[in-house]
């Protein structure tokens, strides 16, 4: 695939700087890839437009408050943002600037030290910070949430930028096609349908854009994932009674894929290293919720994997002429 087929025109003005209020408020696409028909909605009515029998898979991955500001002993700023926590507690983060810092050096953040253990190429860095190696959630004393760079106006709450079910703490990036779902949603969800949740930690490298001129020569980093059993045996059952299995995200497709799409299903927790790209063959998702994406990114690549090439450009115009909000606090699309 060419990566210019991952191109598309978006105003600036439909890029959403805040969350839909309430969140089930946001619009809703439905596209049935069998008839081709699109419907407008909100997303409030994906009940309706789900099967009786569907099992709903969700990432309950949590945002990490993983961009941290902290200063040299020079005085100089200094801005960490971390991506994974290693075996032995140690994390992977992108420094900015990076240049002048050297392995051994402490840097301060609000008070908390934080060892540049290591200083790796093109701004990746490893550093340790006290608590933080077996508490990942001390990190909220000291950082920020890291919302993404097209998101100008600070977030009015920083749970605007979690799921409601956000519960397993290391993500980089929000799943953000559960971002729709406000409490009083999800309880109803939970009431109609069999929901189960697996987990993949986001990395930023997931919506970084694609700069080689065709897609098969992007490499795509891999991402931590994990299916617990009770989760997998109704992942099992649905498959074999021939249910629809309907991801939220592509996120929850990518563990689904990377599981269930290889012979005999792989492990229940690694890492996943599946490019999901047009001509790829699902073997778990039956149905798809997703937000908008961003040009030339991995994520629009499954997509179209998902819908077809031409009829997601279709959609995205659809979605541009009728002013559907873009991105990760935009409206959503369903894909049957």
Do not use: K
């Amino acid at each position: 695939m060419r990566t210019a087929e991952l191109d598309y025109a978006l105003p600036a003005d439909l890029i959403a700087q805040q969350p839909a209020e309430p969140r089930s408020s946001a619009r809703l696409l439905v596209y049935d890839r069998a008839t081709r028909e699109i419907r407008h909605r909100t997303f409030a009515d994906l009940p309706e437009e789900l099967l009786p029998d569907d099992l709903v898979v969700v990432n309950n991955t949590r945002v990490l408050a993983a961009r941290i500001h902290a200063r040299r002993a020079t005085g100089g700023a200094v801005e960490l943002l971390l991506l994974e926590r290693n075996g032995d507690g140690a994390w992977g983060a992108l420094a900015r600037p990076a240049r002048r810092l050297r392995a051994g050096e402490t840097l301060d953040a609000s008070g908390t030290p934080i060892l540049v253990a290591e200083v790796l190429q093109e701004g990746h860095v490893t550093v340790t910070a006290a608590d933080a190696g077996s508490d990942p959630t001390a990190f909220d004393r000291i950082g920020e949430m890291p919302v993404p760079p097209y998101i100008h106006r600070p977030l009015d709450r920083p749970d605007d930028y979690q799921t409601v079910y956000a519960r397993s703490p290391g993500s980089a990036a929000a799943p953000t096609a559960g971002l729709h779902f406000t409490a009083e949603m999800w309880d109803e969800m939970r009431r109609r349908f069999e929901v189960v949740e697996v987990t993949l930690a986001v990395g930023i490298d997931t919506f970084r854009p694609v700069t080689a001129d065709d897609l098969a020569d992007h490499a795509l980093h891999t991402e931590a994932y994990e299916v617990g059993e009770t989760a997998a045996a109704a992942i099992e059952r649905a498959r074999n009674a021939g249910r629809r299995i309907v991801a939220v995200g592509t996120t929850s497709v990518r563990v689904l894929e990377t599981v269930w799409g290889s012979v005999p299903p792989a492990t229940l927790c690694g890492r996943a290293e599946l490019f999901v790209t047009p001509g790829y063959a699902f073997a778990a998702t039956g149905a798809l919720v997703t937000n908008f994406h961003l040009p030339r990114s991995t994520l629009l690549a499954m997509v179209m994997a998902f819908a077809g090439i031409d009829e997601v450009r279709r959609l995205y115009r659809t979605a541009v002429d009728e002013r559907y909000r873009f991105y990760s606090f935009g409206d959503a699309m369903l894909i049957v």
